[in-house]
């Protein structure tokens, strides 16, 4: 993923280093990767600051657009946003989620919260490094850990699982991705010739996808979940069903 400084970025995105900051002190813009002291923003941060320039055109103030980004990475819907008021709310719980020091992490994950698994979460992006502390981007993340590890699962193999997980949905979206560049992008070794018209078909086309590609995964992966559940499910029962259940006797029960 190609990555960026500051300025960079802000160049990329024609808004103000200035306004970077403001979105990133507000919370609209997840901090960077940091490496020594240079912050590294990557495709990311630069497709949030795209998002905010076409709410910010369309009236939102900068206390809606907050609520609405962090709803949406947190999977919430509207009618979660307008729940806030109740002190209780799912939301709220959610909005706390978003920072996690280390003894809490000892409470999520006892003795398997080591430096090399709060590294290996760090490096998957799980974690950002904040201080002292973790910020944490996706907290539906963390809470679907926890609950594998109560289950018995081991923190690494989650780990494991996630930066495979990660690494599929890469190449899920490179096949998006590719329906795009080649009907627009001339093959390897050609030279490419876009027109302004061209360019502004890909826009278009690129920005009608992107929910619609979401979509679609989102169901295939439902339909794909039902269809793993199932056969794990016939599975266990045909071994259970291979098994002797406590009253059952064998030959050499019945002789004696």
């Known amino acids: ?22 979105y990133q002190d507000r919370g609209l813009l997840p901090p960077p990767r940091k490496q020594g002291r240079t912050g590294w923003y990557n495709e990311s941060h630069l497709a949030r ?3 905010i320039g076409r709410m910010l055109d369309r009236g939102y ?4 657009i907050s609520e ?12 979660d946003v307008l729940e806030t008021d109740d002190p209780g709310s799912r939301w709220k719980k959610r909005k706390r989620a978003a920072r996690l020091t280390v003894a809490e992490l000892r409470r999520m994950f006892g ?31 963390v809470e679907a850990a926890q609950i594998l590890v109560d289950a018995g699962i081991s923190l690494e193999n ?5 930066a495979a997980v990660r690494k599929d949905l890469s190449d899920v979206a490179a096949r998006f991705v590719a329906v795009v560049a080649d009907r627009y992008l001339a093959p390897e070794g050609e030279q490419l010739e876009l027109d302004e018209a061209k360019i502004s078909d ?8 992107r929910p619609l590609a979401h979509d679609a995964v989102q169901t295939l992966f439902a339909e794909a979940m039902e269809e793993q559940i199932s056969r794990a499910l016939e599975k266990a029962a045909r071994q259970l069903g291979d098994s002797p259940g406590p009253a059952q006797t064998t030959e050499n029960d019945r002789a004696s």
């Not at 990329?12 to 403001?22: F, P």
């Not at 609405?68 to 009618?79: E, F, I, K, N, S």
């Open 1 to 22: 993923m190609k990555e960026y400084r500051i300025d960079d970025l802000a160049r990329e995105a024609r808004v103000s280093v200035r306004n970077v900051r403001v």
């Open 49 to 51: 600051l795209h998002l």
């Open 61 to 64: 103030t900068f206390a809606t």
């Open 68 to 79: 609405l980004l962090t709803a949406a990475q947190y999977g919430l819907h509207v009618t």
């Open 111 to 141: 003795a398997q919260t080591t430096e090399a698994n709060i590294a290996r979460g760090t490096e998957l992006g799980v974690l950002v490094p904040s201080g002292d502390d973790y910020s944490v981007n996706s907290p539906r993340l």
């Open 158 to 162: 989650v780990l494991d699982q996630t």
């Open 202 to 209: 890909i826009v278009r086309l690129v920005d009608q996808m």
